[in-house]
């Protein structure tokens, strides 16, 4: 019996609604619940960038995680303390930053949300392990702004190269583009040289 595809038609449907100021804002929640349940926030972020263009889907994007971030937080902190415990037992790296952070506080938490090395969604329930404040965990969710700027600004990009036709008949002219890609190009390096700096911050120095 052959398997059936899909049918990728209430696409349709739903990505226009979406892109409604009522969608922009059932985007914020949906974009908090994912983060929450620990799925990769990529891609909800490129999409945002499709839907909503760089600059208001990375402000969509910010806010929905840092919701997500303070629940996972505030969820590992209490109810579900135990399990986080487990999950992050086979995760070395992210059980030092709960023990680092402890003492660091607001440095730390900016640091680690700068460098790609550490993942968002895991490492918010490491932090709600750790003694950390709320005030300052709050705060260093400003540190996810570099990262979520750029996927956005990538996927608003991959949303204009979908409907490439449109830049074929002359809606986008050539200067248009290259000032896209240059914009994505700087952020993509200044994400990289503050994950740089951030990784050096983070590593101790050898010696004694």
């Not at 086979?90 to 949300?113: C, D, F, H, N, Y």
């Amino acid at each position: 019996m052959a398997m059936s595809i899909p049918d990728p038609s209430w696409l349709d449907a739903v990505l226009p609604a979406l892109q409604s100021p009522l969608g922009a804002l059932a985007f914020v929640p949906l974009y908090a619940l994912w983060v929450t349940l620990l799925l990769p926030g990529v891609w909800a972020s490129m999409l945002a960038g499709a839907l909503y263009g760089p600059w208001w889907g990375s402000l969509i994007v910010f806010v929905g995680a840092c919701l997500g971030a303070e629940a996972a937080f505030l969820l590992g902190r209490t109810w579900l303390r135990n399990w986080a415990r487990r999950r992050l037992a086979a995760l070395p790296k992210l059980l030092a930053i709960e023990q680092a952070v402890s003492r660091e506080g607001l440095k730390l938490v900016l640091l680690t949300r700068l460098s790609p090395a550490f993942p968002f969604s895991l490492l918010n329930f490491a932090y709600g392990l750790s003694e950390v404040s709320l005030r300052d965990y709050s705060i260093g969710l400003i540190g996810i702004l570099p990262g979520t700027i750029l996927f956005c600004g990538l996927g608003a990009l991959a949303g204009d190269v979908a409907r490439f036709g449109e830049v074929l008949s002359g809606e986008a002219d050539a200067g248009t583009w290259a000032l896209r890609v240059v914009g994505v190009l700087a952020t993509v390096a200044s994400v990289w040289l503050a994950g740089r700096a951030a990784q050096r911050a983070l590593t101790p120095p050898d010696g004694p």
